[in-house]
C-alpha cells in the first residue's frame, strides 16, 4: 500500500482529505500543527496527527494540504527528508505556478484541483444538491497535472485526485499554466468578479424600491434560463429584445480590452499577489 505523508491534515481543505481518505487503498499519516486541527482531527475522525519526521519517513507521497502562502516554506523545511521519487500533491496551482517548489528534478510534483460541482447537474438527493463545494455528496468533475517526474506518476496522482475530490466525474488532463488560466484567470478574475456585480445589481434595484426577495428570485432564475442556452446545456435562442440589450450592455460592463487578464504577465501577476 501506498504511504501519504498529508500536511495541514486538520485543517480547513486537509479535513476534508482527511475525511476522503478513511477506507482507501492507501495508508495516510497525517500532520497538523495547530492545537485546533489535531483536536478536530481526534474528536471528528478519531485520527492522530504525528510529526513531520514520522509522517515523512518512508513516504512515497507528501499532499501540502496547507494555504498558497505556506506552501514554499513548508516544502523548503521538509524538502531535505524526501527521497528521490517522492510524489508531492500541491492542491492549486498557484504556488507551483509561481515557482514555489524546490528545484528538486528527483521529485514528481502534481498539482490537481476541483472543478467544483456543477450548476446544470443531475443531482437528486438533497444532501447532494446542498454540496456546493463537493468532495462529500456532490459529484463533481476535476483538472490535473504532472508538472515534473515520469509519465506514469500522472495515473499514481490522478488516481489519488479521484479520492480526495470523490465523487468525480470526469478528470482532465492539463498543464500548469492551463490550470493557472482556469484559477485564478477563468473562475475567480473574471467569473467571481462578475458575480459581485450581479450582486450590487441586485442591491442597486433593490435601493431602487424593488423587493429584495422578487430581485433574487428574478436574477437567479434568468441566471439558469439564460446559463443553460448560452452554454448549451438546451436548444434555444434570446429574443430580440434580449439581444439587443447585450449589444448595448457588453460595451457599458466591459473593457474592450479585458480579455488582457489572460496574458502571461496579468495571470503572473495576480497569482504573485496571492502567494
Not at 463533481?140 to 489519488?160: C, N, R, T, W, Y
Request: proline fraction near 5%; charge should be negative.
Amino acid at each position: 500500500m501506498t504511504t501519504i505523508a498529508l500536511f495541514g491534515a486538520g485543517g480547513k481543505m486537509g479535513y476534508r482529505l482527511s475525511t476522503n481518505f478513511r477506507g482507501s487503498p492507501y495508508i495516510v499519516r497525517h500532520v497538523e500543527v495547530s492545537d485546533a486541527g489535531r483536536e478536530r482531527l481526534k474528536i471528528g475522525l478519531g485520527l492522530d496527527a504525528v510529526s513531520a519526521d514520522e509522517a515523512l519517513n518512508g513516504a512515497e507521497v507528501v499532499i501540502l494540504a496547507v494555504p498558497d502562502t505556506h506552501i514554499g516554506k513548508v516544502a523548503a523545511s521538509i524538502e531535505g527528508k524526501l527521497a528521490p521519487g517522492t510524489m508531492v500533491v500541491v492542491l492549486d496551482a498557484a504556488a507551483p505556478f509561481a515557482g514555489h517548489l524546490p528545484k528538486r528534478p528527483d521529485l514528481t510534483y502534481f498539482v490537481t484541483h476541483p472543478c467544483h460541482p456543477p450548476i446544470f447537474n443531475d443531482e437528486t438527493d438533497m444532501a447532494a444538491k446542498k454540496d456546493y463545494f463537493g468532495g462529500v455528496k456532490a459529484k463533481q468533475h476535476m483538472v490535473s497535472a504532472l508538472m515534473q517526474g515520469p509519465e506514469e506518476d500522472f495515473a499514481k496522482g490522478e488516481a489519488i485526485a479521484k479520492i480526495i475530490w470523490a465523487p468525480v466525474m470526469r478528470s482532465h488532463r492539463v498543464t500548469v499554466d492551463q490550470m493557472a488560466l482556469l484559477e485564478p484567470g477563468l473562475s475567480e478574475t473574471v467569473c467571481a468578479s462578475l458575480l459581485v456585480v450581479m450582486k450590487e445589481a441586485v442591491d442597486e434595484v433593490v435601493a431602487r424600491g424593488v423587493d429584495q426577495q422578487a430581485a433574487l428570485d428574478f436574477l437567479l432564475g434568468h441566471m439558469n434560463v439564460l446559463g443553460a442556452v448560452i452554454f448549451g446545456e438546451t436548444k434555444g435562442v434570446f429574443s430580440d429584445a434580449c439581444n439587443k440589450a447585450i449589444e448595448f450592455g457588453k460595451p457599458v460592463l466591459m473593457r474592450e480590452d479585458w480579455k488582457r487578464v489572460f496574458e502571461p504577465e496579468e495571470i503572473a501577476a495576480s497569482i504573485q499577489r496571492i502567494t
